[in-house]
């Protein structure tokens, strides 16, 4: 009678087997790498790299000039809102508040 799987277990593995065997005998039958190649890719590599790092310093460049910009805008509207008086101020305008009476009655 046949089991209700169709492949036996002894199957799957030999299957496993044959297909891990076809791989290793494709990665070795593929050609070594020229040095040149492996010299040009590098070098491309590490161009990118530098751009991008190049773009990374102009980015934080911007958004710290951004950042001062903001706190400079900050400063100035702090520096443009009237301070309330001191209290020697408060003073001479109440004493002048009190001349300016005695001198209408």
């Known amino acids: 009678m ?14 496993a087997a044959e297909a891990k065997k076809k791989a290793l005998d494709r ?13 040009e890719r590098q070098a491309a590599r590490l161009k990118r790299e530098a751009a991008q790092l190049e773009r990374r310093a102009a980015r934080k460049a911007s958004e710290q000039a ?24 408060r003073k001479i ?4 508040r009190y001349a300016a ?4 009655k």
């Open 66 to 89: 951004v950042r001062e910009a903001k706190a400079f805008e900050t400063a100035a509207k702090a520096a443009a809102v009237p301070q309330p008086p001191s209290e020697a101020q």
């Open 93 to 96: 305008e109440r004493d002048a």
């Open 2 to 15: 046949k089991s209700y799987k169709d492949p036996s277990f002894q199957e799957r593995v030999g299957r």
């Open 101 to 104: 009476r005695k001198n209408r």
């Open 27 to 39: 990665l070795r039958s593929k050609p070594p790498l020229d040095e040149k190649i492996v010299a």
